[in-house]
């Protein structure tokens, strides 16, 4: 199992964005967060059905407050408190593209990352997760045990460095607990009972 991670060109709705902060209201920012059946920067493709089953269980996270994100990517499996800059507000599915809604805290981050975007700095949206990868037509295909972990916001990925390694490297041991640890026994439970009822509507249009 690899730790997985992608970014693209942050696609959201600066008019929008602009309206709330003249407001007074959240910093919330909408637009693309992934795409699926697209060869990325990284040179890994997602399935549709890889991506649409993540975020569909994503929204465990989202309902509980738990959709963390954070500023910069960092080398973990795990999304580290301190380094917060975001949580997830929505995330679904539209065709082969994942939209959402990320509200900015008042996190030091979160503070940094208000202050980039006013700024008129162009960042990326880049997801975490772990997994594992086959190369299919030359290209590596994200497989069937991926797990999305979050979204974090990153450099824009025109700038320089700001590319992750096509290969993800392979966690550890104790990086495997620890992402057990974080989608817990309530959630590994919710992505059981999603996958019975995929299975359940497949049976269903079968017949």
């Known amino acids: 199992m690899k730790l997985l991670t992608e970014q693209f060109d942050f696609e959201y709705d600066k008019d929008a964005l602009n309206e709330q902060i003249e407001s007074g209201g959240k910093f919330l920012m909408k637009g693309i967060l992934q795409k699926a059946n697209t060869l990325n920067q990284n040179g890994r493709v997602y399935p549709r059905d890889v ?57 030091p981050n979160g503070n940094i990352l208000k202050s980039l975007v006013k700024s008129g700095v162009k960042i990326g949206i880049s997801s975490r997760g772990v997994g594992s990868t086959r190369t299919v037509e030359g290209h590596q295909q994200v497989q069937d045990d991926f797990q999305l972990i979050c979204w974090d916001i990153v450099s824009e990925p025109s700038t320089p460095g700001a590319f992750i390694m096509k290969e993800g490297r392979d966690l550890s041991d104790e990086e ?32």
């Open 51 to 107: 991506l649409t089953r993540e975020v569909k269980n994503y929204q465990g996270f989202i309902r509980e407050g738990r959709a963390l994100g954070e500023l910069d990517h960092p080398d973990t499996s795990v999304v580290e408190l301190k380094n917060v800059s975001h949580i997830i507000r929505e995330a679904y599915m539209d065709g082969d593209v994942c939209f959402g809604t990320l509200e900015v805290l008042d996190t």
């Open 176 to 207: 495997i607990r620890q992402v057990q640890e974080f989608f817990g026994k309530d959630m590994r439970v919710e992505r059981a009972l999603n996958k019975i009822l995929e299975w359940k509507e497949e049976t269903e249009q079968c017949l």
